[in-house]
């Protein structure tokens, strides 16, 4: 069965550090999603991705965050300058279209020290 | 944006009785409303979703019921086993963007 796969598993990184969550999304679908979660909270909407632009975003995705999908294949999520706040589990998502169920990968859980 | 609030945050229940989670929404487009299963250290798994056009959904012991008027739609597990025992979340959501419920966590007590 076709599945969303996300690496690393886990990363610790230092405050101020840039990082980059991977993902490889299920390869026929066309909308790509990331969240995070904090520790025990809600999964919380950061950004959509639909032919090679983002397509909505939330607060909290600032100018700190970005995406890419940089060869067909990956859809990465970078994060300029870490922060300790943003210590929590990032969830990417892919979808084939609007209103139909969306794929989650297992998850990176990013420790920022 | 979408204001989603998810009710009850906490639910446990004996073995075999049904539970409800209800999930309350603002906006008035959301035309797709799904609901996810987290399992502990797992990402979201869809277990069922409904579309704008119906008011009711069932898969064997899992049911979704719409009332756009009201704006929300509810979840119900018949005949709970123990490992239905998870958080849930709603998602309503239009066009590209999907928000979640801050979720419930359901106990099933053997």
């Known amino acids: 069965e076709p599945e969303v796969t996300q690496t690393p598993s886990h990363q610790v990184t230092q405050m101020g550090q840039e990082v980059i969550l991977r993902c490889v999304p299920i390869?026929?679908?066309?909308?790509f999603y990331w969240y995070r979660q904090i520790l025990g909270q809600k999964v919380e909407f950061l950004v959509s991705?639909?032919?090679?632009?983002?397509?909505?975003k939330s607060e909290i995705f600032d100018d700190q965050f970005s995406v890419e999908r940089p060869d067909g294949s990956n859809f990465t999520l970078k994060i300029r300058s870490t922060k300790l706040e943003d210590s929590a589990m990032y969830f990417c998502?892919?979808?084939?279209?609007?209103?139909?169920?969306?794929?989650f990968g297992q998850g990176t859980r990013l420790t920022v020290v | 944006g979408e204001n989603v609030e998810q009710h009850p945050s906490t639910l446990s229940v004996q073995e075999g009785d049904s539970a409800v989670i209800k999930c309350t929404y603002s906006?008035?487009?959301?035309?797709?409303f799904p609901w996810y299963k987290q399992e502990l250290g797992k990402g979201p798994q869809l277990i069922i979703d409904?579309?704008?056009?119906?008011g009711e959904k069932k898969d064997q012991r899992i049911a979704v019921t719409l009332n756009k008027t009201a704006k929300h739609f509810s979840l119900h597990i018949t005949e709970t086993q123990p490992e239905d025992s998870a958080v849930y979340f709603c998602?309503?959501?239009?066009?590209?963007?999907?928000?979640f419920g801050a979720g419930t966590r359901l106990t099933v007590k053997p």
């Open positions: 998502a892919s979808r084939d279209e609007q209103g139909t169920e969306a794929f």
């Open positions: 390869s026929n679908h066309l909308y």
């Open positions: 991705f639909y032919n090679n632009e983002i397509s909505e």
């Open positions: 906006d008035s487009a959301s035309n797709y």
């Open positions: 409904i579309r704008s056009n119906v």
């Open positions: 998602a309503p959501s239009r066009n590209n963007d999907m928000r």
